[in-house]
Each structure stands twice: as structure tokens, then as C-alpha cells.
């Protein structure tokens, strides 16, 4: 199974707002409100919050004399 980067960064993006939502209680629901709103998904794709995504290829170690 092939790893899409497009879902894989949607689900760590919804995860990273849920956990800000959960973090930090508000007891005012305005504020909940607000902050529900800033922390939608649609707002913070055109945010500086989170930018992305990103992938790192990274090239395998090279063999060592030793390991032939």
C-alpha cells in the first residue's frame, strides 16, 4: 500500500487542530466559537500556521568497507 502524501498530511493537519481545540478549553463559547473558526481546516490552509506539506527523500547510507 502506497503512502499518498496529500491524505497523509490532511490527517496530521486534522489531528494538530483537534489537539489545539482539546489543549486549551475556553469556558466562554465565543471564544470556542472563534476559536473553532480560526482552527477550521479551511482557514488554516491559506494560513501561515501550517505549511506544506513536506517531504524529505533522504539517499540509503552507503555500504561501509566492513559490510561487504
Given amino acids: 500500500m502506497a503512502l499518498n502524501p496529500i491524505v ?11 489537539y489545539q ?5 475556553f469556558a466562554d463559547d465565543r471564544l470556542l466559537a472563534q476559536m473553532r473558526k ?5 482557514e488554516t ?4 500556521l501550517l505549511r506544506g506539506p513536506y517531504i ?4 540509503p547510507f ?3 568497507a566492513g559490510d561487504k
Fill in 8 to 18: 497523509f498530511t490532511e490527517r496530521v493537519v486534522r489531528s494538530f487542530l483537534r
Fill in 62 to 64: 552507503r555500504t561501509g
Fill in 45 to 48: 490552509r491559506d494560513s501561515p
Fill in 21 to 25: 481545540l482539546t489543549a486549551y478549553p
Fill in 38 to 42: 480560526l482552527l477550521s481546516l479551511d
Fill in 56 to 59: 524529505s527523500l533522504s539517499r
